[in-house]
């Protein structure tokens, strides 16, 4: 049995699985450069993707990881490529990522309800989370748009006030996500502050505040992250132990 009082979840690739619609959105987004409209029709390359979404943090990073994809034929090109470019300073990555919330936007007014159906949850993580709701002690920490996490939480019935829906207006580092969390509970222990990512970049994010967290091995966590988190003393969670996080 895992404890907690406060619940802290990544969204994407933990509770919901939106790495197919991530491929349309960063195919609508491509069109803003014709260099970069050369894989969409590979369903190699689309199965690349699907693989190693699990690298993108914030979603300026979609651009790093296309880029990565033109030029590999393997998930361990892909990923050695995306860590060469995800430190460079490009505007074109910000523009990116204006395209692609754009063309979400798009996709939520022109069928929103097409739009909640392409997104599919891990339904005993739903469930976990809406237990926490249901006591008003869940947070979701995520580097998505605040509305569209919203709007899924609705469609499947977990009461979630806006409020704890941390998305990308506080930034790229969930460091300041979960800081600011833990600053409205003073008087709660850390050690009861349960914090889950699919991303071990964001685990060890959030290390030195000294609460618990986990290592998710569904969604996109790949074996070699699952592999470093343990060999680093990292803990981890399988998806159908989700059952044994209750509220404290």
């Known amino acids: 049995m895992i404890n907690a009082s406060i619940l802290i979840l990544d969204f994407d690739g933990l509770l919901v699985d939106s790495a197919p619609e991530c491929w349309i959105r960063c195919k609508e987004a491509s069109k803003m450069d014709d260099s ?4 969409y029709d590979s369903n190699e390359k689309k199965y690349i993707f699907l693989k190693t979404r699990y690298l993108v943090g914030p979603a300026h990073e979609f651009y790093y ?3 990565a994809l033109q030029k590999s034929s393997s998930t361990y090109e892909v990923e050695e490529k995306f860590y060469k470019l995800l430190n460079s300073n490009n505007t074109s990555a910000q523009r990116f990522k204006d395209f692609f919330f754009k063309s979400r936007l798009e996709a939520q007014e022109k069928n929103e309800k097409k739009w909640i159906e392409s997104n599919n949850f891990f339904y005993p993580a739903l469930s976990m989370a809406k237990r926490f709701a249901e006591v008003d002690r869940l947070y979701i920490a995520s580097m998505k748009d605040e509305e569209s996490v919203l709007k899924l939480l609705i469609h499947h019935k977990i009461k979630c006030n806006k409020s704890k829906v941390l998305g990308r207006t506080y930034g790229d580092d969930k460091y300041n996500h979960v800081s600011h969390i833990i600053s409205k509970y003073p008087l709660i222990n850390k050690k009861y502050f349960l914090f889950m990512d699919d991303n ?3 685990i060890k994010e959030v290390t030195s505040l000294g609460i618990e967290s986990r290592l998710v091995t569904w969604g996109y966590a ?10 680093n003393n990292f803990k981890t969670i399988h998806l159908s132990d989700c059952s044994n996080v209750q509220f404290k």
Do not use: F, G, Q, T
Not at 36 to 39: R, T
Not at 222 to 231: P, V
């Open 200 to 202: 071990l970049r964001h």
């Open 65 to 67: 990881l296309i880029k």
């Open 36 to 39: 970069l409209d050369d894989i």
């Open 222 to 231: 790949s074996n070699l992250s699952i592999k470093n988190a343990l060999k």
